[in-house]
Every structure is written in C-alpha cells, then in structure tokens.
C-alpha cells in the first residue's frame, strides 16, 4: 500500500507538490491523472526517495522507501524507459540490479520471457527501439517480485499487442492482490485498465475516488435524440426548460431534460422518434471539465 499525507515539495519560490494527501491500496489498478505541470512526475519521485519532500510523509508499506535495504523486492518501478546504459546488454542491465538486491539470478530469465525480451537478452540496449525500452523497463520494475508497482507512461512506443498485453498484466498484478500505480495521459487506456483514479492540479488533490465516481461528477447527462421533426421537437424541449444543440440529420443533443420525460413530451405533442439514448460523461470530458482550473499552460496563452 502507498500512503501520502501531507505531502509537500518545493523548488525555491515553487511549489510542485502541495499537502498532497491520498492513498494507493493493494488489489487495484490506480490511475495517477493531472494535466502538465501538475506534479505527477515530482510525486513519483517523492514516492521512491528521489526527492526530499520539503514537509509531510510518503510511505510504501509502512515505510519510506528508503527505509527497505533491498529496494526492488518491495517496490518496483518505470520511471523513464530511456535511463539505462545503453552500451550494457539487457541482460546484464538486469544481472547488475539482482546482485545489489539480492535478488535469484534466474528471475532475470523469468522476466525477460514475462515481457517478451528473452530473445533480445544479449543485445545491446542502445539498438533497442523505445517500444523494446519500455519491456525492459518493465521487466526491471517485475525483477523483485514487488508488493507494489509505479509505471509512468508505460504504453509509450508500444504497439497495439504491446498495449494488450501490458493492459492484462497490469490487471493480473492487481488481481494477485498487488499496488499498482499508474501515471499516464492517455485517457482511452485509463477507461480500459484503471479501476480507482488519484487526480492533481497544480500539485493539491481534486479526486481519489472510482473511475466510475469521477466520470459521473462531469458533465451532466444528456439525451441523443433522433427524430423526423427536430425544429418542433427542439421547440417543444426548450420550451420546458432544456438546452438543445442540433447535430444535423434529425439528430439532437438535449440536457436538462431525462429521457422519460423527452419521451411524454414527445408523445404528447405526436412527435416520432427514431432514437432516445441517455448518455454520460466519458473520463476524458470528466477530467477537461475538472482540472480545467489547473492547466499551466492553454492554446493562444504565452508561459
């Protein structure tokens, strides 16, 4: 498990991270959300005692990770897939990380084979393509056999089979009753993988809470409707109160007004129609509408 309490960094008269307090519990896939700028890569960082926080606490297990003499037997992680040496062989880049932690020399085989990368183990990491990189950063986090897993931006350079394979793994980790803590922009695969969502802006918390409850704190819900007669139909809606935006071939986008309710006025006024479907908030529009206060930087601004 991963506790945050009060957690604080700052550079100078910047601060990243602010009273940032949540946590991260075993059994789960959790996205870590935030625009750019907003201090998920600092937090990270603070996580695994890369950084000194300037006040507050960050554990893993009960402990700072510093605190755990064998590091990778307790907390893996992909922080950046590039930072390896890339005259090395992916197998000794491996070897080297099992003798300081103590770990068996065949768990180096065992992971190569787990992200795909047995057959490249004597090649050199710098011909690696980035795809090939983020594998190896993976099977370095999986090395230890850790309780507890961070990966920032995992899907980077991955193909559409690298995505599917990394979204199962991240969800059979999760099922072994693992932490799993995962940092990345890419909402589409937050839908698919995570279960629990931890959000920030501008380094202070906005959510932690189910994927689910996020999304549905968006938007408010809105009716498609699709019939023959949308200038009457629209007339009819605005009339009790709702907002009606025409999207063209019959089709309108209605809020304020449930489906039930569209559905009497139409039938009382014998409107047709051909479609009435309730539509909510996908995470994507959730997560603009929420930290849109926390965007550093937006189109036409100058930083």
């Known amino acids: 498990m991963i506790e945050v309490d009060e957690l604080t960094k700052k550079y100078g008269k910047t601060t990243a991270v602010n009273r940032l307090s949540f946590t991260v519990r075993p059994g789960h896939v959790t996205g870590f959300l935030g625009p750019n700028g907003s201090g998920k890569s600092t937090t990270l960082r603070l996580l695994l005692g890369l950084h000194d926080p300037t006040s507050g606490y960050v554990t893993i297990d009960g402990r700072p990770f510093r605190g755990h003499r064998r590091g990778l037997r307790h907390a893996g992680a992909l922080l950046d897939a590039g930072d390896v040496h890339g005259g ?28 795909g990368l047995a057959e490249a183990a004597r090649r050199r990491i710098g011909g690696f393509s980035l795809g090939m990189k983020q594998r190896l950063g993976i099977a370095t986090a999986l090395l230890g056999d850790p309780p507890v897993l ?77 019939t023959p007669e949308p200038e ?14 025409p999207r063209g071939d019959g089709v309108l986008t ?3 007004l449930e489906a039930p309710r569209i559905s009497a006025i ?19 529009e959730a997560f603009m509408e929420l930290t849109a206060g926390s965007v550093e930087y937006t189109a036409g601004e100058r930083p």
Do not use: C, K
């Open 266 to 284: 139409a039938y009382t006024h014998a409107v047709p129609l051909h479609e009435l479907t309730t539509r909510t908030s996908s995470l994507e």
């Open 232 to 245: 009457r139909l629209s007339a009819l809606l605005a009339a009790q109160g709702a907002d009606v935006a």
């Open 88 to 115: 090395r062989t992916a197998g000794a880049h491996l070897a080297a990380l099992a003798r300081g932690n103590r770990i068996p020399r065949g768990r180096v085989r065992e992971v190569l084979e787990e992200v």
């Open 150 to 226: 961070l990966f920032d931006e995992p899907l980077n350079g991955l193909d559409p089979e690298g995505v599917t394979w990394v979204r199962g793994l991240f969800r059979r980790l999760a099922a072994e009753g693992r932490t799993v803590f995962l940092s990345s922009h890419l909402m589409s695969e937050m839908e698919h993988t995570a279960d629990q969502l931890v959000v920030i802006g501008r380094g202070e918390l906005i959510a932690a809470e189910s994927l689910a409850e996020f999304s549905a704190r968006g938007t408010r819900l809105s009716v498609v409707v699709r």
């Open 254 to 256: 209605v809020t304020g």
